[in-house]
């Protein structure tokens, strides 16, 4: 149940309605490749994709840290959204600062990377 008090704690009201916490999940992304430039479209599918504010919802190509290699220093590219809902987000790749990095895709959605 949701209860709702006022700050004096003269009032409340309770919802027989439930609230869940859920957590989104990455199922598959495609394609796993594409030029440097950017510009690829790429399709992410997971669950509950579209949980959390849209508008703080953000795809990222991070680079992958390697402990045998040392860090490449590759910027996060940017993926711009197209379309977001609860089964997939399409979006397009930004550039990539070099040819060796590589990159992982993460989906963050309000500040927290998943």
């Known amino acids: 149940n ?9 009032k409340i009201a309770t919802s027989n309605e439930q609230f869940m916490f859920l957590l989104p999940s990455i199922d598959s992304f495609f394609p796993t490749f594409g030029p440097r430039s950017g510009s690829t479209q790429v399709m992410i599918t997971g669950n509950n994709l579209d949980i959390g504010n849209t508008e703080q919802t953000r795809v990222i190509m991070r680079e992958i840290i390697n402990r045998r290699k ?26 990539a600062g070099s ?16």
Do not use: H, W
């Open 2 to 10: 949701i209860t709702v008090s006022t700050s004096s704690g003269n």
């Open 70 to 95: 040392k860090r490449q220093n590759c910027p996060d590219t940017e993926c711009s959204i197209m379309s977001i809902n609860t089964t997939y987000i399409t979006c397009y790749s930004g550039s």
């Open 99 to 114: 040819d060796d990095c590589l990159m992982i895709v993460a989906v963050e959605v309000n500040n927290n990377a998943f």
